[in-house]
């Protein structure tokens, strides 16, 4: 009968524990450390009461404390290799920073000439180095760029419609994804929603209704495709519509970011901002961190009438970037007015030499012991869907395959794969060669 208290008498005090654990109180500050082994130590003590085990080691309180204070303060985001086989892969964040979008943001990181004229040592425009760049890159007149297309879409609405119509065709009422959709972003934007046509068929000439219109709306679908008894109509008819009958301008969504139109066969289908301006679109809204490649922003490029009533809008304020995307930004948008495209991860990746990625394939295979097959990196983001650039992907065929993925997301760096029926899958289009070493490394460690 005594046992147990015999043995609860062997629990360490808490104060006790603290100062065995110097670690956990350098990493998590007192207060926290001191609760979380307080909880360790509690459910030890119940564990022991209700019969179910002994006291455990101080180690082990400790390593208990210190599982649940990195669980409950997962501190920030941590970099991990994707060879998930999905370029623009939104849970992974969405695209991967250039090298040099990684130098301007560290420079920009600390004072910074962000709104300051060093010429004159007064005080300068936010936008003064990046407004001109959308423009540049687009073949617009004018632009500005914002928190993401998500809050780009709705300072255009506020700032040109507020209390007013605008026409949207039914088959362009998306739900873009983590809570994006279109009827109740116009609704947070105070427009009033006319919906036009039908589901799989909306014509021009179906653009007439409303009593008030004050823009036309089109938005590319991004991630999904009606396919079958199909119409649309395209921006130059709709561009058409939009000035002839109601004298109003034409705002196209286009999503992906895709600069210009590039021949690449996994984006056929997605139109480009300079192809949307030059069809006729007044303004142009796009993501920053999807095909253009560069971190979360939202574009909105166009007519500078039109673009400086979205800049004047209180709004404009509330959802403008920080010094940090500033500097990503205007670097990934030089190195798109360079030419030098390959220097954008996405890009890269997209565009990857195939034969360097079948080597890269192969001894990977032979380093793990798997095999080559043929397969599909999706472009991923919305963008694109269900189409995607042929790959080597790299397959191990191995009892748990899901138990291999979990050890793989478990180190450091987490690795990211695809599992497959009995399969473990690799696809190293994005994945930076550099870690090819460490990904056959850990691959062996887990399936092996
Ligand atoms: C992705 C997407 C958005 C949302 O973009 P965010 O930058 O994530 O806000 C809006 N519209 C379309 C058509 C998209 O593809």
Not at 9 to 38: E, F, I, K, N, Y
Not at 139 to 146: D, H
Not at 336 to 354: I, M, N, S, T
């Amino acid at each position: 009968m005594t046992a147990r208290p015999v043995a609860l008498a062997a629990l360490p005090r808490v104060d006790a524990l603290v100062a065995a654990a110097p670690q956990l109180v350098s990493a998590h500050g007192r207060a926290a450390a001191t609760d979380a082994l307080r909880a360790a130590v509690d459910r030890a003590r119940a564990t022991v009461m209700e019969g179910r085990g002994d006291v455990p080691a101080v180690e082990d309180l400790v390593a208990a404390a210190g599982a649940d204070l990195a669980a409950r303060r997962p501190g920030p985001p941590r970099r991990v290799v994707n060879a998930a086989g999905v370029v623009v892969h939104t849970n992974l964040g969405r695209a991967p920073l250039s090298q040099a979008a990684r130098r301007a943001v560290d420079e920009a990181a600390g004072y910074c000439d962000l709104e300051y004229d060093l010429a004159t040592g007064a005080r300068g425009a936010r936008g003064a180095r990046l407004e001109p760049l959308l423009a540049e890159a687009t073949g617009a007149q004018a632009g500005i760029a914002v928190n993401n297309a998500a809050a780009a879409l709705v300072l255009v609405l506020a700032a040109l419609a507020a209390g007013r119509e605008v026409l949207v065709s039914r088959g362009e009422l998306v739900e873009i994804g983590g809570s994006f959709r279109l009827p109740e972003i116009m609704a947070a934007a105070g427009v009033t929603l006319v919906e036009v046509g039908t589901t799989n068929r909306t014509r021009a000439g179906d653009y007439h209704a409303g009593s008030d219109v004050a823009l036309l709306l089109k938005v590319h679908p991004s991630n999904y495709r009606i396919s079958g008894f199909v119409e649309e109509a395209n921006v130059a008819q709709l561009a058409a519509v939009a000035g002839r009958h109601h004298g109003v301008p034409l705002v196209h969504d286009v999503g992906s970011g895709l600069l210009h139109d590039a021949s690449d066969r996994a984006l056929a289908g997605e139109p480009s901002v300079a192809a949307s301006l030059r069809d006729g679109a007044d303004l142009v809204i796009c993501s920053g961190d999807k095909l253009l490649g560069g971190p979360q922003a939202g574009l909105v490029v166009g007519r500078i009438d039109l673009v400086a009533s979205c800049a004047r809008h209180p709004l404009a304020r509330a959802l403008r970037l920080d010094k940090l995307r500033v500097a990503a930004l205007v670097a990934t948008l030089e190195a798109h007015l360079r030419g030098a495209v390959e220097e954008v991860p996405v890009w890269a990746a997209l565009r990857a030499d195939r034969a360097a990625l079948d080597r890269r394939a192969a001894a990977l295979a032979d380093r793990v012991g798997g095999t080559v097959t043929e397969g599909v990196t999706l472009v991923g983001g919305g963008s694109a869907p269900g189409q995607g650039v042929a790959s080597p992907v790299v397959r191990l065929v191995c009892p748990r395959p899901d138990e291999v993925a979990r050890e793989l997301r478990d180190g450091a760096p987490p690795i990211v794969v695809r599992v497959a029926d009995d399969a473990v899958e690799v696809d190293l289009r994005t994945v930076d060669p550099a870690d090819d070493q460490v990904v056959a490394e850990r691959l062996t460690a887990a399936a092996g």
